[in-house]
């Protein structure tokens, strides 16, 4: 399990985020709101180990993630199978050639993202919905528990949005991961996340459920806006609106 153990994170006088505290159960889609500057990036960062905390600790399985192996080379030009074998790095001793097992990864990685077809493609030539499921399965090839995923819809058209969304709650149906997703756009967060865990100034304002932080007066809370909730016609969730 990926928790936080009251986590700060300061850069010089400025403090990004602020005694955090949360775990996060498996098989879960968790969905990061707030403010641009709230600290979503910070939390993503300490999430998979780039930044070190100021001071409490984050923690996978009880081990501080700062202390596992996850850096990979640079992928820029690659094609797509390059890309997902990138994933395989941290099981390969250094220039080591792929074994028959990083192999049989990689192929079941491309078939579960749909990108199978793309292999021989050059990832910069791909649409920003291939690009996205190429780079999910380079963490799938690398046997990832969690993913962490720091705004991966950002200049993505609503089709591309929803295809990366569908397929993310797809690969947690079927290996239960744990997702961490920066998204702006709360009814696209609404619809396909869990829970949501929603930051203010560096400081937790919301960790619950979806259902819980739907609402005209959580959402005031995060965001300082005044929504409207309605029944999207589904009746599965509600959809915020201005």
């Given at each position: 399990m990926l928790s936080l153990d009251s986590v700060s994170f300061r850069s010089g006088d400025r403090v990004l985020l602020d005694a955090v505290s949360f775990s996060l159960p498996p098989g879960q889609l968790?969905?990061?709101i707030g403010h641009n500057g709230a600290g979503k990036?910070?939390?993503i960062r300490l999430l998979g180990g780039e930044l070190l905390p100021s001071s409490g600790a984050v923690l996978l399985d009880g081990t501080a993630v700062h202390?596992?192996?996850q850096k990979l080379p640079d992928a820029a030009d690659f094609l797509v199978r390059?890309?997902?074998m990138l994933g395989r790095f941290p099981w390969q001793g250094w220039l080591q050639r792929p074994s028959a097992e990083d192999v049989a990864r990689v192929e079941e990685a491309m078939a579960q993202t749909d990108v199978a077809r793309l292999a021989a493609q050059p990832v910069n030539?791909?649409?920003?919905g291939g690009r996205q499921r190429a780079w999910l399965a380079m963490c799938l090839a690398q046997q990832s528990e969690v993913l962490l995923l720091d705004e991966p819809l950002a200049a993505l058209d609503i089709v591309y949005q929803v295809e990366v969304l569908q397929l993310v709650r797809q690969l947690i149906a079927a290996r239960g991961l744990t997702v961490v997703v920066i998204i702006h756009d709360i009814n696209l967060a609404a619809r396909f996340c869990d829970a949501l865990i929603a930051l203010k100034g560096g400081r937790l304002c919301r960790f619950a459920p979806v259902g819980e932080v739907m609402s005209a007066a959580a959402l005031q809370e995060v965001f300082g806006v005044q929504l409207h909730l309605?029944?999207?016609p589904?009746?599965?969730h509600r959809?915020?609106?201005v």
């Open positions: 968790y969905g990061v990036s910070t939390l202390t596992l192996p390059e890309l997902v030539t791909l649409s920003g309605l029944d999207h589904d009746g599965k959809v915020a609106v």
